[in-house]
C-alpha cells in the first residue's frame, strides 16, 4: 500500500508549524512546506521544509529538510542541504529558476547519499504572507558519493514535480518607483557638517518646506515594502536607501550610506520640538552613526528596518519607542 504521511513527514510538517507559530519571517524572507512526487524507476513521495532569504539583488538562499519515502526499493532516507533561487521572493506572480544539492541518509542502513536538482517554478501571491508555488526539477542522486561525473548502477535520476506553500517574502503589490521628475533640477546636499547658529537656525523658505513635505509623502508610498540590504528600489530599501530614492524622487542627490548621510546638510538640535518634515534622523548603537530615518511630523519618523518600512514614534512610551528614543543621536536638515 502506497503511504502517503511516513512518521518523518509529520515530523516535517509539526517543524513547519512550530517554526510559524514562534518566528514572523522578517521582510523578504520565507519559509515554505512542499509535497511532491519523483519518478525514477519507481515512484517516491517527497516532502520539503525550506527556510529562504535574500542574499543580493534576486538571488535567494534556501537551507531546509527533505523527507523521501520511496514505495519502490524501500530505501527512505532524510535530507539537508541548500539551494539557490532566482526570483521567488517576487511580490505577485512570475516563474523563478533554482538549483539544489544536498545530501541525506537512509533510514535502513545509514548509508549517506548525495543528491542535486535543477529547474523551475511558479509562484502565486495569494496575500501579503502568503503564495503559493509549483516546481519541476530534474533530480539525480549519487549513491555512493562519487562524484555526479562518475556515475555507478546504484545511482538514479528522474523527474520531479511539487507544490509548495509559501508563508512571508511578499512586498507591495504592484509598487514600482515612480518616475523622477523634470524639475527641479538634480542639485547634490553638501557633505561637510555645518552646525547650527543665526543662520542654521532659520526657518526654511516656503519652497523648502514644500519639497520637504514631498520628499516626506513619497517615502510613505513605500510603507509595507520589505528590507533588502542594499535595496534603493520598490523590490527592497535598507535605510539609507529609502531616504536617498525618496529625496531623489525631487531632484535631489543624496550619498548612499547612513553615515554619508549623517554628514549632509545642516546639523540641527536633537529635539523633537525643533524637527520639521523632511529632516534625517540618526541613530547609533555606539560606534558610529548604524541607522537613519525620515522625520514624517507628530513625533513619528519612517525608516526601513528588518521588518520593512514602517512609522515608529520618538515621543510614544512603548518599547519600540524608547529603544529608538535611546539610539537618536543627531538631526540632519537637508533643505533650508
Known amino acids: 500500500m502506497t503511504r502517503l504521511a511516513p512518521a518523518s513527514a509529520r515530523v516535517l510538517l509539526g517543524a513547519l508549524l512550530c517554526s510559524l507559530a514562534v518566528t514572523k519571517p522578517a521582510a523578504g524572507q520565507s519559509f515554505d512546506f512542499g509535497y511532491g512526487q519523483w519518478w525514477h524507476d519507481a515512484t517516491a513521495h517527497v516532502f520539503t521544509l525550506t527556510y529562504h532569504t535574500p542574499v543580493i539583488g534576486p538571488l535567494s538562499l534556501g537551507l531546509g529538510g527533505f523527507h523521501l519515502d520511496d514505495t519502490g526499493s524501500a530505501i527512505d532516507r532524510t535530507n539537508t542541504g541548500a539551494e539557490f533561487s532566482v526570483l521567488l521572493g517576487r511580490s505577485q506572480r512570475g516563474l523563478y529558476g533554482l538549483g539544489a544539492v544536498g545530501a541525506g541518509v537512509r533510514h535502513s542502513d545509514g548509508n549517506v547519499d548525495a543528491a542535486w536538482s535543477v529547474g523551475l517554478g511558479y509562484t502565486l501571491r495569494l496575500f501579503s504572507f502568503l503564495a503559493f508555488g509549483i516546481e519541476g526539477r530534474f533530480r539525480a542522486e549519487d549513491t555512493d558519493v562519487n562524484g555526479f561525473w562518475n556515475r555507478s548502477l546504484g545511482d538514479r535520476n528522474g523527474f520531479l514535480l511539487q507544490g509548495k506553500l509559501l508563508i512571508g517574502g511578499g512586498s507591495r503589490r504592484g509598487s514600482t518607483p515612480a ?27 516656503d519652497e523648502s518646506a514644500r519639497v520637504a513635505a514631498s520628499v516626506v509623502e513619497t517615502a510613505l508610498e513605500a510603507m509595507g515594502t ?37 554628514r549632509t546638510g545642516m546639523a540641527r538640535d536633537r529635539s523633537t520640538a525643533a524637527l520639521l518634515p523632511g529632516d534625517i534622523l540618526t541613530f547609533s548603537q555606539g560606534g558610529g552613526v548604524s541607522h537613519v530615518g525620515l522625520y514624517v511630523g507628530g513625533g513619528q519618523f519612517i525608516h526601513s528596518s528588518s521588518a520593512g518600512v514602517r512609522l515608529s514614534s520618538l515621543v510614544a512610551d512603548d518599547p519600540d519607542s524608547r529603544w529608538w528614543q535611546q539610539r537618536w543621536v543627531g538631526v540632519r536638515r537637508i533643505l533650508n
Open 179 to 205: 518616475p523622477a521628475p523634470s524639475a527641479p533640477p538634480p542639485m547634490t546636499a553638501p557633505l561637510e557638517p555645518r552646525e547650527g547658529g543665526p543662520t542654521g537656525d532659520a526657518k526654511p523658505s
Open 226 to 262: 520589505p528590507y533588502r540590504w542594499g535595496g534603493s528600489d520598490a523590490n527592497g530599501y535598507d535605510c539609507s536607501g529609502l531616504i536617498q530614492w525618496a529625496y531623489g524622487q525631487h531632484g535631489i542627490v543624496l550619498p548612499r550610506t547612513s553615515r554619508d548621510q549623517a
